[in-house]
């Protein structure tokens, strides 16, 4: 496992969880950060000492912890990143809050999460990845690139920054060796599907919502050699609900 070192961060449920245990089903250590503790239900319950429990929107305490993660991996070489973790707030009826009704702070909040969060992890590893010539994954959204029924605006914009951000990565980390590319799941069976989702289904072509072990599965190939050559692309996984 030390030869397979993945990073992942927003592990603790839903694509995070299934891309977790994929990797450690394929024999990788994974290194999982989330704002709640090991779940019970994760096969490396026991190994805690490889999981940090930390709130992305704290960008002050994400500081600390990184350097706890610099001291854990101890210059040895991570093959891949995955950046996972996302908010995407909705109003006291569970329903997606729109521009007027997005605060400033909570703007910051999503952005901490889902842009800046990212950003920083990224930096903070680059001397680890070099050494491994390994990869990051974004995990961006169908929501990038259309306005989107349940998610706001806020969530919609940090993720197409989020988008922005790896073909930006990927022309200046791969001098380095680093390959960045990503992933933008659509309507994804997790718990941001509600009862409402359903009427999605008629803008999917295959009839259904993905799986999260079958994301887990592309992201798991994508850290392959048979991928050697992607570099600053998006890979979109929902089912043709784009065409």
Same mark, same amino acid.
């Given at each position: 496992?030390?030869?397979?070192? +993945?990073?992942?961060?927003?592990?603790?449920?839903?694509?995070?969880?299934?891309?977790?245990?994929? /990797?450690?089903?394929?024999?990788?250590?994974? %290194?999982?950060?989330?704002?709640?503790?090991?779940?019970?239900?994760?096969?490396?319950?026991?190994?805690?000492?490889?999981? *940090?429990?930390?709130?992305?929107?704290?960008?002050?305490?994400?500081?600390?912890?990184?350097?706890?993660?610099?001291? &854990?991996?101890?210059?040895?070489?991570?093959?891949? &990143?995955?950046?996972?973790?996302?908010?995407?707030?909705?109003?006291?009826?569970?329903?997606?809050?729109? *521009?007027?009704?997005?605060?400033?702070? &909570?703007?910051?909040?999503? /952005?901490? +999460?889902? /842009? /800046?969060?990212?950003?920083?992890?990224?930096?903070?590893? %680059?001397?680890? &990845?070099?050494?491994?010539?390994?990869?990051? =994954?974004? +995990?961006?959204?169908?929501?990038?690139?259309?306005?989107?029924?349940?998610?706001?605006?806020?969530?919609?914009?940090?993720?197409?920054?989020?988008?922005?951000?790896?073909?930006?990565?990927?022309?200046?980390?791969?001098?380095?060796?680093?390959?960045?590319?990503?992933?933008?799941?659509?309507?994804?069976?997790?718990? !941001? %599907?509600?009862?409402?989702?359903?009427?999605?289904?008629?803008?999917?072509?295959?009839?259904? *919502?993905?799986?999260?072990?079958?994301?887990?599965?592309? =992201?798991?190939? !994508?850290?392959?050699?048979? *991928?050697?050559?992607?570099?600053?692309?998006?890979?979109? %996984?929902?089912?043709?609900?784009? +065409?």
């Amino acid at each position: 496992m030390e030869d397979k070192i +993945v990073i992942l961060t927003g592990g603790s449920r839903g694509i995070g969880h299934a891309t977790s245990k994929k /990797f450690w089903d394929n024999g990788w250590r994974v %290194i999982t950060c989330s704002r709640t503790p090991v779940a019970p239900q994760c096969p490396w319950e026991q190994n805690k000492s490889d999981h *940090f429990q930390i709130d992305l929107e704290d960008l002050n305490g994400l500081e600390s912890k990184l350097s706890e993660l610099i001291k &854990l991996l101890d210059n040895k070489p991570v093959k891949a &990143l995955i950046n996972n973790a996302a908010i995407s707030p909705k109003n006291n009826n569970n329903q997606r809050l729109g *521009f007027i009704d997005t605060s400033i702070e &909570l703007w910051q909040r999503v /952005f901490n +999460v889902n /842009f /800046f969060a990212p950003i920083m992890l990224s930096k903070a590893i %680059i001397n680890n &990845l070099q050494l491994a010539k390994g990869m990051v =994954i974004n +995990v961006t959204s169908i929501a990038s690139e259309n306005v989107h029924e349940f998610a706001g605006p806020a969530y919609g914009t940090s993720k197409a920054a989020l988008k922005s951000l790896t073909r930006e990565m990927a022309a200046d980390l791969s001098k380095l060796g680093i390959r960045v590319n990503a992933i933008a799941p659509g309507e994804i069976e997790t718990s !941001m %599907i509600s009862e409402d989702s359903e009427q999605l289904l008629k803008s999917i072509p295959m009839g259904r *919502f993905g799986k999260p072990d079958e994301v887990a599965s592309v =992201i798991h190939s !994508m850290c392959t050699d048979s *991928f050697s050559y992607v570099n600053g692309t998006e890979i979109e %996984i929902n089912g043709g609900q784009a +065409v």
